[in-house]
């Protein structure tokens, strides 16, 4: 039996990257204008956002609420110290992330055989290495690249997908020269206990390699995943404003976790975030307001923790 995570080994500061843009405003009915998506992003930056997922350059009939991905890019003000990046898929996007003056760009591939194979008729080591493309793009044009592995801990084909899946297209990754890579749970099946092996075993294999881990709440295990991601030594977590985002697999079904609601719980731990939570939760119910419905965020319904003690001072 382990002796328990010692409380030392609590990470200081955790950075919380912001995808609402792209991965939330993807999955809403609402589509949000040039510049409401302009103010939302610049309003996170101004909150405490030092990474921020502005949008996706993607096939346009695809993904029609990222069409004018382009046009967003080129408006925003962008901050030095802020990394804006962007979601691609192949040479094409990225050139048109470049064209739209971003330096960051993220690639995807699924970590899943049968969800590769069905999705495009390819095996996701093929996958990764079709991107050496965009590995000599960047490196001709000074942009940086990540890398996003969807399906990694679990897959509607396969089921739970297996950890030397998932390190061996970290290995492509790695050997086209991404060096920094998020797991994501797109499918909200992934568990604390799969999360910390996982990513400590991730970590051994590939130390060199800066972790992001993307949580979906589909199943309300989104936050025990951070927990256990944290206790594993990750660091840096996606999370999105108001907790949009929904599952591609389940109609309807939770998104991401909620950027509120994951800097709530840090700062109630003692683990600071550069955050200002209360700008947070204002962009959340301006979202709110936005897309007329409630969405998953537990903070913008219950309020902060803080607020109730401060009521009965
Ligand atoms: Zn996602």
Redesign the pocket.
Same mark, same amino acid.
């Given at each position: 039996m382990s002796a328990g995570i010692n409380a030392s080994q609590w990470p200081s500061h955790v950075i919380v990257c912001e995808?609402g843009p792209r @991965?939330g405003l993807q999955n809403e009915k609402t589509m949000f204008s040039v510049e409401q998506k302009v103010e939302l992003i610049e309003r996170s930056v101004e909150a405490g956002a030092k990474i921020i997922e502005i949008g996706s350059f993607v096939h346009p009939k695809a993904v029609p609420q990222m069409a004018d991905t382009d046009a967003v890019a080129k408006k925003i003000k962008q901050i030095p110290g802020v990394e804006y990046r962007a979601l691609v898929l192949n040479l094409k996007g990225l050139e048109r992330a470049e064209a739209a003056g971003l330096k960051k760009a993220k690639l995807t591939a699924s970590a899943s055989r049968a969800h590769s194979l069905a999705n495009i008729n390819k095996t996701p080591e093929e996958v990764v290495r079709g991107f050496s493309d965009c590995a000599n793009f960047a490196a001709a044009h000074g942009m940086e690249l990540s890398g996003a592995i969807?399906t990694a801990f679990g897959c509607p084909f396969e089921g739970r997908v297996p950890l030397e899946q998932v390190l061996s297209v970290i290995a492509c990754f790695r050997e086209i020269g991404v060096k920094e890579l998020s797991l994501?749970d797109?499918t909200g099946m992934a568990n604390p206990r799969q999360v910390y092996d996982y990513c400590q075993k991730v970590k051994a294999e590939f130390p060199d390699i800066t972790w992001v881990l =993307?949580f =979906?709440n589909t199943r309300g295990m989104g936050l025990a995943n951070v927990i256990a991601g944290m206790m594993a030594g990750m660091d840096r977590f @996606?999370a999105c404003f108001a907790g949009l985002?929904g599952c591609p697999f389940a109609p309807g079904a939770t998104?991401?976790i909620a950027t509120e609601d994951l800097i709530h719980m840090l700062h109630e731990m003692g683990v600071s975030t550069g955050y200002d939570l209360d700008k947070v939760l204002a962009i959340g119910r301006s979202v709110r307001e936005i897309i007329g419905h409630e969405t998953s965020s537990f903070i913008l319904k219950a309020g902060k923790c803080s607020d109730l003690v401060k009521g009965k001072e």
């Open positions: 995808v @991965d969807s994501s797109t =993307h =979906h @996606d985002g998104g991401n």
